[in-house]
């Protein structure tokens, strides 16, 4: 079983950049894809980016496209969120998330994963 620990939120000005990070522990041998979610207050969970465990293979979303960059350190069992240009639009609760098994599905929706963290706040201010 694989547990995920969020961290690297905070306060940034619009411009901005900041990094955030998700350490995974436990079971990791499996792992297929790890992801990153965020949420606005009243709005519902929204895909940001993924990226294949192994092969290092990345999508993300439009909202992001170009200012984002997702990684991973497979040493370090940890997968890092590289956000640029920050936007008052980004301000969110970032979560990060595993699968655990191959799949075919896009792993763009929230019911695709099997582990989440506990989430970190983003607030980008103008």
């Known amino acids: 079983q694989v547990q995920l620990v969020e961290s690297g939120g905070g306060l940034v000005q619009v411009g901005g950049s900041l990094r955030l990070s998700c350490a995974a522990s436990?079971?990791?041998?499996?792992?297929?894809?790890m992801g990153w979610f965020r949420q606005a207050p009243g709005k519902e969970r929204e895909f940001v980016a993924r990226i294949n465990w192994s092969a290092g293979t990345e999508y993300y979303a439009d909202s992001v496209k170009g200012r984002f960059t997702i990684s991973r350190d497979n040493a370090k069992n940890t997968v890092y969120l590289q956000m640029n240009s920050l936007k008052p639009e980004d301000t969110a609760v970032y979560t990060c998330?595993?699968?655990?098994?191959?799949?075919?599905?896009?792993?763009?929706?929230?019911?695709?994963?099997?582990?989440w963290g506990q989430g970190t706040q983003v607030t980008v201010s103008s």
């Open positions: 998330a595993a699968r655990a098994r191959f799949t075919m599905a896009s792993m763009t929706r929230p019911y695709e994963y099997d582990r």
């Open positions: 436990g079971r990791t041998f499996s792992t297929y894809v």
